[in-house]
């Protein structure tokens, strides 16, 4: 049987075609609304619009891949899905305005309507179809499908099969490879249609678009393996079942190839090239904006610092990035020249007691920070620029050389490093970032560096672009509540 790879998006045209027609639904009520009953495509400007509205979501539903695993979200998912799709189409039309110098020709308030009609559309449209593809049935039309497999574990292979029917053929039997038990005639609901010696014959004779193996024995007798290879010769399509064993640590498995052997991959989250083309792009335009801005700060802060503390105006450390590579980080210094030095000395202050993150209540290393003796903290320019994370402007330039992300887990230093287990690693399996999830959920107060990792490995485990756009506003609101605060 030939297959054709398609991309996640393409397999899904229905989903597609109901996009379209709730965006440019919600175009027309939006206009309506505001212009009254009338057709908006008359009117050269928002015909214009209109097709910007159709190529911004087909080019937004490609590189978010905002369809793949469409069937198996459940509601709030599919909330957040359409929220993204919805602002990321607001913000490439009102882009697109500013650049053309269109804005006096349209209205904005039909923009954001539209926006805001896209999406409840949108999101019904979406749950509405899910809900017509389980009542009609769920199974690929026109094509069939022969399970085969072991007695003791083709049960549960049907039962699953049973539970995640979207997309796939009708399953007309089942086919044992080992013994057929006296008088069993079927393995749940599906017919025991052959064994091991009349499978080949049953193909041949029958229509079988696709064959699942299900062994659980990787060792494969050779007149079972050959059978398979001839029966994928006659135009078959041939599946191997590689994993049977419940994924209680929450990892992907991906089949790829390592040099001629195709092999099953463990891991703790998988991205698409278009998910880390876009995150990538994100960083590279990030990077450059907060680099340029950084010479600016420096420019003002530099002199400060110098003043009251005489040396370079940049600090750089040693930190461990993805994997346990290392790098040169880079900040502007709010500390004295020898900080490192006095750490030691006032490790027995510090707020974590296992020593696996360093936070004091008063740092007096921190330039221009004294301490009374009633107690009473005195501020100086190392806290103003700590306070508003100014300090952290030149690891913009660490994620445009590719040392570290936008967002993403915060880079341990050397001595954290080589405290850490086993499991604590693994929040370095992505590129680290200026900021991540355990800093907006309250970084200075958390001190039990094991929920730093939960954080961290929750933001891997369900990382998507818009995730990334959500901490990084949430970044900024942070750091501005904080200063309102104080």
């Known amino acids: 049987m030939y297959r054709q790879r398609s991309s996640g998006w393409m397999k899904h045209w229905d989903f597609i075609l109901l996009d379209l027609i709730a965006l440019q639904l919600g175009f027309v009520i939006a206009y309506c609304v505001r212009h009254g009953v009338s057709s908006p495509y008359v009117q050269n400007a928002y015909l214009t619009i209109s097709l ?268 461990v990035g993805r994997n346990g590579k290392q790098f040169t980080m880079y900040k502007i210094r709010s500390m004295v020249l020898d900080a490192d030095a006095q750490k030691q000395q006032l490790m027995k202050q510090n707020r974590v007691s296992d020593g696996m993150m360093f936070k004091l209540d008063f740092d007096p290393r921190i330039i221009g920070a004294k301490q009374f003796p009633d107690g009473t903290i005195k501020k100086g320019i190392g806290n103003f620029i700590r306070d508003w994370s100014i300090d952290e402007f030149p690891q913009f330039w660490n994620v445009l050389k590719g040392d570290m992300s936008l967002v993403g887990t915060r880079p341990p230093t050397l001595d954290e490093w080589n405290k850490y287990e086993l499991h604590h690693r693994a929040r370095m399996a992505f590129r680290p970032g200026i900021t991540g999830m355990w800093q907006v959920s309250g970084r200075s107060k958390i001190t039990d560096f094991e929920e730093v990792v939960r954080l961290d490995m929750k933001y891997i485990t369900n990382w998507t672009i818009g995730l990334d756009f959500r901490i990084l506003l949430q970044t900024i609101y942070v750091v501005l509540r904080k200063k309102g605060a104080m």
């Open 52 to 319: 910007v509205l159709l190529s911004a979501d087909l080019v937004i539903l490609f590189f978010t891949e905002s369809l793949s695993g469409i069937l198996y979200r459940g509601y709030w998912k599919e909330i957040e899905n359409c929220i993204q799709s919805a602002v990321l189409i607001t913000l490439v039309t009102t882009l697109y305005l500013f650049s053309v110098k269109a804005g006096e020709e349209y209205s904005r308030l039909v923009c954001y309507m539209t926006c805001g009609f896209y999406l409840v559309l949108n999101y019904i449209f979406r749950i509405s179809w899910k809900h017509v593809i389980k009542k009609r049935g769920v199974s690929r039309p026109g094509t069939v499908m022969l399970v085969a497999g072991e007695r003791d574990c083709v049960a549960s292979i049907l039962e699953n099969l049973d539970q995640n029917r979207f997309g796939l053929s009708q399953i007309i039997g089942v086919v044992l490879l080992d013994a057929i038990p006296e008088g069993e005639k079927n393995i749940g609901k599906y017919p025991i249609v052959a064994d091991i010696e009349t499978m080949e014959d049953f193909v041949c004779r029958n229509w079988v678009d696709e064959l699942l193996i299900a062994k659980r024995d990787t060792t494969w007798i050779p007149e079972l393996r050959g059978m398979v290879d001839r029966i994928a010769a006659s135009g078959v399509a041939v599946h191997s079942v590689l994993d049977f064993e419940e994924d209680d640590a929450g990892l992907e498995r991906i089949v790829e190839r390592v040099g001629s052997y195709p092999v099953l991959t463990s891991v703790i989250k998988s991205a698409t090239f278009r998910q880390a083309f876009l995150k990538r792009a994100l960083d590279i335009v990030g990077g450059f904006v907060g680099s340029v801005v950084a010479l600016l700060v420096l420019l003002v802060v530099g002199p400060i610092i110098y003043v009251q503390s005489p040396g370079p105006i940049l600090f750089q450390q040693k930190r």
